[in-house]
């Protein structure tokens, strides 16, 4: 079965540096999460998008952004890069917001590490 | 103080002993408890979930609820050496849409 796919799986940047992630989320899947996985921590989500539309904003710094395009992908695009931003950074799929049993298919991140 | 607490562990078992991991929550409004189980270097994924007080059985795995008290737990019977992972319990709440995670929890299985 088809899985959410991100890309790059490794991203190493320089301090200042900009960076954008990718996200390709199941088929079908409308809903679109990013979270953020610091070194032995756990995942802090970051925002969300359904049917293109931002629809919720939780920890994210206001150098990041990020849209969903047409064809259902995200993009989380960082700016002005600081050493603590590295970690990981994961995708999740769904198909029906807030729906029962809603549940969030992950990806298997993109690591990020800032120098 | 965090909306979902969680023991980090690290927990270490012999093959066979039954795990116990524990999550305690302060927002009432929480309706889903899932339970996550993380491999080093990959994303989390998805093992149960439950939305109601009481116990949940698949396999080996037992999810419990108790919203009176505000905590769940993961029972893991006959623990196995593959199951050595970090475990998250999560809560989601319709009303914000969004997945709360735990710290989570190392666990290891020693042969």
């Known amino acids: 079965a088809a899985g959410v796919i991100q890309s790059p799986r490794h991203l190493i940047k320089e301090k200042r540096e900009t960076a954008t992630l990718k996200c390709y989320p199941i088929p079908r899947h409308d809903t679109v999460y990013w979270y953020q996985q610091g070194p032995g921590q756990d995942p802090q989500f970051l925002i969300s998008?359904?049917?293109?539309?931002?629809?919720d904003k939780g920890s994210i710094p206001d150098r990041f952004s990020a849209q969903q395009f047409s064809d259902y992908h995200s993009e989380l695009n960082m700016s002005s890069l600081e050493l603590g931003d590295s970690a990981l950074y994961f995708c999740?799929?769904?198909?029906?917001?807030?729906?029962?049993?809603?549940?969030?298919?992950f990806g298997p991140g993109t690591r990020l590490t800032v120098l | 103080q965090k909306e979902v607490e969680q023991d980090p562990g690290p927990l270490s078992v012999p093959e066979g002993a039954i795990v116990s991991l524990n999550c305690t929550y302060s927002?009432?409004?929480?309706?889903?408890f899932m339970w996550y189980r993380q491999y080093s270097r990959k994303g989390p994924e998805l093992l149960m979930y439950t939305y109601s007080s009481g116990n949940k059985e698949d396999g080996r795995f037992t999810a419990q609820v108790d919203k009176s008290s505000k905590y769940i737990s993961l029972f893991i019977r006959d623990s196995q050496p593959s199951d050595s992972a970090t475990y998250l319990c999560?809560?989601?709440?319709?009303?914000?849409?969004?997945?709360?995670f735990g710290q989570g929890t190392t666990l290891q299985v020693k042969p």
């Open positions: 999560a809560m989601y709440s319709s009303n914000t849409g969004k997945l709360i």
């Open positions: 927002n009432s409004a929480f309706q889903y």
């Open positions: 999740a799929s769904s198909l029906v917001m807030g729906g029962l049993g809603d549940e969030q298919f």
């Open positions: 998008f359904y049917e293109k539309m931002q629809s």
